[in-house]
Nanobody
Framework: QGQLVESGGGLVQPGGSLRLSCVASTNIRSIYLMAWYRQAPGKQRELVASITTTERTIYADSVKGRFTISRDNAKNTVYLQMNSLKPEDTAVYYC????????WGQGTQVTVSS
């Protein structure tokens, strides 16, 4: 579904790492603020990290120092490098235009468990 396709999730142990990818069907240079969101079971969707066209970044306090958002405009792709993963990071992760939200994709499941 949609023009944004997330991938890269999986099952990892606490302290492990994953890199998520979000591939857009359009030129992401036209999107000022791309972002990653996540939604855990029974909880609201929350903003995790965002990145501007000039590569300024903002992170939720819960992931600062552990996650890194980046973009590759040539590939129309936004990444989320996730290190030192914790069980509370378990959620479905989505990407979207943070200023003009489009339809949500299927997301990619991240499960952190021992």
């Amino acid at each position: 579904q949609g023009q944004l396709v997330e991938s890269g999730g999986g099952l990892v142990q606490p302290g492990g790492s994953l890199r998520l990818s979000c591939v857009a069907s359009t030129n992401i240079r036209s999107i000022y603020l791309m972002a990653w969101y996540r939604q855990a079971p029974g909880k609201q969707r929350e903003l995790v990290a965002s990145i501007t066209t000039t590569e300024r970044t903002i992170y939720a306090d819960s992931v600062k120092g552990r996650f890194t958002i980046s973009r590759d405009n040539a590939k129309n792709t936004v990444y989320l490098q996730m290190n030192s993963l914790k069980p509370e990071d378990t959620a479905v992760y989505y990407c979207n235009n943070a200023v003009y939200l489009g339809s949500w994709g299927q997301g990619t499941q991240v499960t952190v468990s021992s």
